[in-house]
Nanobody
Framework: EVQLVESGGGLVQPGGSLRLSCAAS????????MSWVRQAPGKGLEWVSS????????LYDDSVKGRFTISRDNAKNTLYLQLNSLKTEDTAMYYC????????????RGQGTQVTVSS
């Protein structure tokens, strides 16, 4: 059974930074592309970023490009998302999910971690 547990969210001022983590189990993590998605209050799920199984390829939505960095540690079965230069519009529940941009399994996402950007 795929299990994904996100952590690292919090309240941060505009311009601040956070590092999100996603601990994965129940599948062969090193063989799977992974993604981050988010859901802002009152809105649907939005794809944020994806990374290939070996970490050599990354994709970002234009809204976060240059500010967010996705990475992974296959030895630790952990996915990361570094959030820099945060804006109020980045406020959302952030989820990790199994799969890349083209085959993302939204149902696999965990409970999420809340990121709130406010002064």
């Amino acid at each position: 059974e795929v299990q994904l547990v996100e952590s690292g969210g919090g309240l941060v001022q505009p311009g601040g930074s956070l590092r999100l983590s996603c601990a994965a189990s129940g599948f062969t993590f090193r063989s799977a592309a992974m993604s981050w998605v988010r859901q802002a209050p009152g809105k649907g799920l939005e794809w944020v970023s994806s990374i290939s199984s070996n970490g050599g390829g990354t994709l970002y939505d234009d809204s976060v490009k240059g500010r967010f960095t996705i990475s992974r540690d296959n030895a630790k079965n952990t996915l990361y998302l570094q959030l820099n230069s945060l804006k109020t519009e980045d406020t959302a529940m952030y989820y990790c999910a199994k799969g890349g941009r083209s085959n993302l399994d939204y149902q696999s996402r965990g409970q999420g971690t809340q990121v709130t950007v406010s002064s």
